[in-house]
């Protein structure tokens, strides 16, 4: 049982990044993720969640309009797009998988992947 976080890089402001979870070992559509990151010296923060559904639910006021989180059960892949980065963006982005009731985000994680590093520069 897997969880592979990739996509991250050195960017410039304004720029963007599409960062992947790829799950293997256990079935996609059965859970809901969240993509979390944190940032140096900073706790980690829950960033967007997807419900096994495909709603989405954003954790944190500065993603809004410019992370998009979308989900392929067929690929076995939950993805988060990223657009207009900010400095402040810079962080390791992970993601979680947890199961959850219909239309809800998880408060338990199954899985965790490792993460990806987005660095952003001004």
């Known amino acids: 049982v897997q969880l592979q976080a990739s996509g991250g890089g050195l960017v410039q402001a304004g720029g963007s990044l599409r960062l992947s979870c790829a799950a293997s070992?256990?079935?996609?559509?059965?859970?809901?993720f969240v993509w979390f990151r944190q940032a140096p010296g900073k706790e980690r923060e829950g960033v967007l969640c997807?419900?096994?559904?495909?709603?989405?639910?954003y954790y944190t006021d500065s993603t809004k309009g410019r992370f998009t989180i979308s989900r392929d059960n067929a690929k076995n892949t939950v993805s988060l797009q990223i657009n207009s980065l900010k400095p402040e963006d810079t962080a390791v982005y992970s993601c979680?998988?947890?199961?959850?009731?219909?239309?809800?985000?998880?408060?338990?994680?199954?899985?965790w992947g490792q993460g990806t590093q987005v660095t952003v520069s001004s």
């Open positions: 979680a998988a947890g199961t959850a009731v219909a239309g809800t985000c998880p408060d338990v994680y199954e899985y």
């Open positions: 997807i419900t096994k559904g495909g709603g989405s639910t």
């Open positions: 070992g256990f079935t996609l559509e059965d859970y809901a």
